[in-house]
């Protein structure tokens, strides 16, 4: 039997930029075939082909052995193709059901049977493990749910093959372990499964094989029962990597951030923070775990003054700090990588350069007498991208035409540069690859021996574990216990975590 899906020799070029090169995909039937590669490697481009939203320059493609040329998404869907895109498609004010039969509803004369289409949603839901609430709107529901809608609608439509570009980055450790059974559960029912991420573990926990590319070309197609996590990262950066964080024995000295007591809103008005306490000293890394959701944010936004601190304390070497404007909080010492790099890191129209000063451009040698500088700009842009080797064509390409690994390495150079004495790294290494992520550990440990306090907060558990000097769990707007991490594991902090269990010291 051939193939289920070819990919041949493709080659797409962006005005002259080639993204895919020449690159080979061979997809088995009832496979879950893995497509590795760091960030920018040119995975999403060619499954954007196959899904027929661009045309290859070169290469040709065969569904189940036939030659097809897939013009645009319907005919991808009519081949039996369905793709759910790393960024959600979903219309919010509709509900479930609306959103899956969109386009293709159900009809009894003129009107839409609402009733049918749910009760197909729901038999869908049920064969495949997809938990929705078919009535329950887009807006109202989880991250984790909405991405099953996602998947329901490509079955709706009769998906044979699914490709799932970056499906794990955004969810919780639990919401990952369901996804990975309802992708078994569809590879047992027949369907053929194209996984995109660069997450290894989950490459080797479901994959049967996987294609790796790298720089837009194809590097190899190995069989996950013969390969090894080691192996599949050497391949996919291009040179060895080091699994374990390199660090030291901390040297902690006096605290530079205490919060005391700290009360504050949440989005709906119930209290997100409900008398916090939490202190983070010069020369370590304290870790936050906790399941998203559990003040985390509100947290962050306090501290930077970006949310109202109803009572309580934070004190920066001393210093109020609570309901200050984020400029005055910036100056006094306090650097940010955010949780989301889109909206609060980078402004993505604005040259990668001019990123590297949105918080000191009206400063010299910047500015001068109220005018920009762009010399002086330019030329301390291209410093930081060489230190932090943050690849660009240049430093005038807007920041939004670089890969994610690439921002992220932006946003630290910036905030790193300015030397601030308390770093917070919100999820600095979500969604990146191996390659970036030893790097931004490696610049998180820089700091710390430099002295520095930082605050890291991520949702897996492994960056915690093993960045951090001292880890403390938030529950509920809380902080339910402080643990070393040599004497912690996955299940006690994931028993504290989900509000069990008793903290250390
Ligand atoms: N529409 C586009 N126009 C110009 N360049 C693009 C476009 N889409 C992707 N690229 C570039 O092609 C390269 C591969 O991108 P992409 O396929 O999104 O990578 P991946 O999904 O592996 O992270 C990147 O350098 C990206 O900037
Ligand atoms: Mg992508």
Redesign the pocket.
């Known amino acids: 039997m051939p193939a289920v899906v070819e990919m041949l020799g493709i080659t797409k070029r ?2 002259g ?1 080639t ?1 895919n090169d020449n690159i080979n995909l061979v997809v088995e039937k009832g496979e879950i075939h893995a497509l590795l ?10 499954m954007n082909t196959l899904f027929g939203l661009y045309q290859p320059e070169e290469g040709e493609i065969r569904i189940r052995g036939e030659r097809v040329k897939i013009t645009d998404p319907n005919m991808a869907n009519r081949l039996g193709i369905g793709m759910v895109h790393q960024h959600f498609m979903l219309v919010e004010p509709f509900t479930v059901t609306e959103n899956i039969i969109l386009g293709m509803e159900p009809r009894k004369g003129a009107k839409i049977d609402i009733e049918k289409a749910e009760r197909h949603v729901q038999e869908l839901s049920d064969r495949y493990g997809l938990r929705v609430d078919p009535r329950a709107k887009i807006e109202d529901i989880s991250v984790g749910m909405q991405q099953r809608v996602e998947i329901l609608k490509t079955l709706y439509r009769g998906a044979e093959i699914l490709i799932f ?1 970056e499906p794990t980055a955004v969810l919780t450790p639990q919401e990952i372990g369901e996804l990975m059974e309802i992708m078994k559960n569809l590879v047992s029912e027949g369907k053929t499964i194209i996984f ?1 991420t660069h997450k290894l573990k989950e490459i080797m926990a479901v994959c049967d094989r996987c294609t790796i590319i790298r720089k ?1 070309k194809y590097i190899d197609a190995v069989s996950i029962s013969k390969t090894n996590v080691d192996e599949l990262a050497s391949k996919m950066v291009g040179r060895h990597v080091t699994f374990e964080v390199d660090k030291t024995p901390a040297h902690p000295k006096e605290p530079v951030l205490q919060i005391k007591d700290l009360v504050v809103e949440g989005n709906r008005g119930a209290s997100a923070l409900r008398g916090l306490n939490l202190e983070v000293k010069a020369g370590e890394i304290l870790g936050i775990a906790g399941i998203e959701g559990n003040g985390q944010t509100e947290l962050i936004e306090a501290i930077t003054g970006l949310r109202k601190v109803k009572s309580g304390s934070v004190l920066l070497n001393g210093k109020p700090l609570e309901n200050r404007k984020p400029r005055e909080i910036v100056e006094s010492g306090v650097g940010h990588i955010p949780e989301d790099r889109h909206k609060h890191g980078l402004v993505l129209d604005y040259s990668i350069g001019e990123n590297m000063v949105l918080q000191t451009y009206y400063k010299s040698p910047f500015a001068k007498r109220g005018v920009l500088r762009y010399n002086a700009i330019y030329e301390y842009a291209r410093k930081l991208i060489q230190q932090f080797d943050v690849r660009t064509p240049s430093e005038f390409t807007p920041a939004r ?4 690994g690439n921002q992220q390495k932006g946003i630290i150079a910036r905030e790193v540069d300015r030397n601030p004495d308390l770093l917070i790294a919100a999820q600095p290494t979500r969604g990146l690859d191996v390659g970036a992520i030893e790097f931004i550990h490696k610049k998180l440990i820089e700091q710390r021996d430099a002295g520095k306090a930082v605050l890291l907060l991520s949702l897996e558990l492994d960056e915690v574990l093993n960045v951090s000097d001292r880890i403390a769990v938030i529950y509920e707007g809380e902080i339910v216990g402080i643990v070393d991490p040599a004497e912690t594991d996955h299940d006690q902090l994931g028993l504290m975590m989900a509000g069990g269990g008793k903290g250390g010291k």
């Open positions: 962006f005005n930029f993204a590669g760091e960030n920018g490697a040119g995975k999403s481009t060619l570009d995109i837009g035409a670089l890969s994610g």
